[in-house]
């Protein structure tokens, strides 16, 4: 009777034990999903960081205060993460069925070589009465192009800013967005309009060209509207950025090495 005693308690030990390495284990095997999770986790949100910061930058440099909410909510504190449907443009704003239906064409003009462009009032026609207005009355001469993008698959220059860091007008915005890519990709020689990152109307007057097909992941607002194309010329644009960015915090996104001042834009 006590051999059987001694033998239920050894089998009840031995399965307790059993158990307890089962629940280790267990616990083992959660620890290490959760480490997973979390590591995944930090790495998606460096890399939508990292495209939050190099959108914002169309509109301007990224500020310490943008920096801080991109870190904390990853989006601009000046734009809206939901546009709303409600927004109109000021009076400053040329009608959109100025341009509607139209094709402007001229020369951009940058350190004296030209580039014939081509504006197109039918897939956008907001864009190019806006920029068809600013061209007539000058506001583009002597105006500089600020920002130079190197990268693989992320090649423009950006032009047209208010001053040569490329502060923007806050009193001359619009929108909405028309003739964004449903791929995200503008090929070589587009001409797209800048804004503010999240705001179907942060738009202003600001335009970037492409020089190389490019990449550009849609923001919660959408993407960029693309308002027409360089038609001949654009080997300019290619031979500014072959000089390359000055030295700073990226080796391929900043002020061109050779500055670049526009010096006529006229479109008729």
């Given amino acids: 009777m006590a051999a059987s005693s001694r033998s239920a308690r050894e089998a009840k030990r031995r399965i307790q034990q059993m158990e307890a390495k089962r629940e280790l284990r267990r616990d083992q095997e959660k620890r290490r999903k959760r480490d997973n999770m979390i590591a995944a986790g930090a790495g998606t949100a460096a890399v939508v960081l990292a495209v939050v910061l190099q959108l914002t930058a169309f509109a301007g440099n990224p500020t310490e205060e943008e920096f801080a909410a991109a870190e904390a909510g990853l989006s601009s504190p000046s734009a809206s993460a939901s546009p709303s449907a409600q927004a109109t443009n000021g009076p400053n704003i040329p009608a959109a069925d100025t341009a509607a239906g139209k094709t402007f064409t001229g020369d951009l003009v940058l350190n004296g070589s030209p580039l014939a462009v081509e504006l197109d009032g039918t897939k956008a026609p907001q864009a190019a009465a806006v920029f068809k207005s600013l061209s007539d009355e000058g506001y583009f001469s002597a105006k500089s192009c600020h920002r130079l993008t190197t990268g693989e698959t992320f090649g423009l220059l950006q032009c047209g800013a208010s001053g040569p860091d490329g502060q923007g007008d806050p009193s001359y915005t619009w929108g909405p967005l ?10 070589a ?18 335009f970037f060209i492409v020089y190389k097909d490019t990449v550009i992941p849609a923001d919660s607002a959408g993407g960029y509207t693309v308002v027409g194309r360089v038609t001949s010329g654009l080997d300019v644009v290619s031979n500014i950025a072959a000089a390359g960015v000055t030295p700073g915090s990226s080796d391929t996104d900043g002020a061109p090495v050779e500055p670049v001042t526009i010096d006529s834009f006229s479109l008729k």
Wanted: net charge neutral; no cysteine.
């Fill in 178 to 187: 028309e003739n964004t890519p449903a791929d995200n990709t503008y090929p």
């Fill in 189 to 206: 020689g587009t001409i797209a309009v800048a804004r503010t990152g999240n705001n179907a109307f942060g738009n202003g007057k600001q």
